[in-house]
T-cell receptor, first 114, second 112 residues
Framework: DSGVTQTPKHLITATGQRVTLRCSPR?????VYWYQQSLDQGLQFLIQ???????AKGNILERFSAQQFPDLHSELNLSSLELGDSALYFCASSEADRSYNEQFFGPGTRLTVL | GQNIDQPTEMTATEGAIVQINCTYQ??????LFWYQQHAGEAPTFLSYNVLDGLEEKGRFSSFLSRSKGYSYLLLKELQMKDSASYLCAVRVPTGGGNKLTFGTGTQLKVEL
């Protein structure tokens, strides 16, 4: 158990819908990262927040957005869902944003878009 | 762009040693990580290299050569539970922060 929690564990929804994925980092960790893992593309970095502010952005679609709240939990919002958005979404956290800080991954949310 | 290459699959025998290679070409470098991932589960941290050389951690060792853009993960005394995907990831500075760019992973199968 990494100490990072994600809810829900599974989510099944229809195309065109909007969903929110939630992540609570390990106690004391200020940095939160979101990743998407699909079968054909591997683990892709989406976005990073550090102490409430956006720090780095990866291949995140405009239909996706995220935020980190004052209590440091984070939410990833996915809208106008398409079949291709079906994937495992991981949240990870680290103590800070130094190069040696390892990231601890949550168990993931499996999103299925029908 | 970022490019990280690893073999797709490898097979090894229980008790043996296996070396998983990773080559990378990235726009920056702030360290290289190895993660283990069992199917459907979260990646778990194995090792970190930022300077050239070998880092040893029990049955696992990782080597880095920054000038060659090359790393390997060495697994000794293989056990059946080591069957998993091994992900090489490079930490790349991006904007005001860093991002981990992952390779597609090497699926290791350990056989009797």
């Amino acid at each position: 158990d990494s100490g990072v929690t994600q809810t829900p564990k599974h989510l099944i929804t229809a195309t065109g819908q909007r969903v929110t994925l939630r992540c609570s980092p390990r106690s004391g960790d200020l940095s939160v990262y979101w990743y998407q893992q699909s079968l054909d593309q591997g683990l892709q970095f989406l976005i990073q927040y550090y102490n409430g502010e956006e720090r780095a952005k990866g291949n995140i679609l405009e239909r996706f957005s995220a935020q980190q709240f004052p209590d440091l939990h984070s939410e990833l919002n996915l809208s106008s869902l398409e079949l291709g958005d079906s994937a495992l979404y991981f949240c990870a956290s680290s103590e800070a944003d130094r190069s040696y800080n390892e990231q601890f991954f949550g168990p993931g949310t499996r999103l299925t878009v029908l | 762009g970022q490019n990280i290459d690893q073999p797709t699959e490898m097979t090894a025998t229980e008790g043996a040693i296996v070396q998983i290679n990773c080559t990378y070409q990235t726009s920056g470098f702030n360290g290289l990580f190895w993660y283990q991932q069992h199917a459907g589960e979260a990646p778990t941290f194995l090792s970190y290299n930022v300077l050239d050389g070998l880092e040893e951690k029990g049955r696992f060792s990782s080597f880095l050569s920054r000038s060659k853009g090359y790393s390997y993960l060495l697994l000794k005394e293989l056990q059946m539970k080591d069957s998993a995907s091994y992900l090489c990831a490079v930490r790349v500075p991006t904007g005001g922060g860093n991002k981990l760019t992952f390779g597609t992973g090497t699926q290791l199968k350990v056989e009797l």
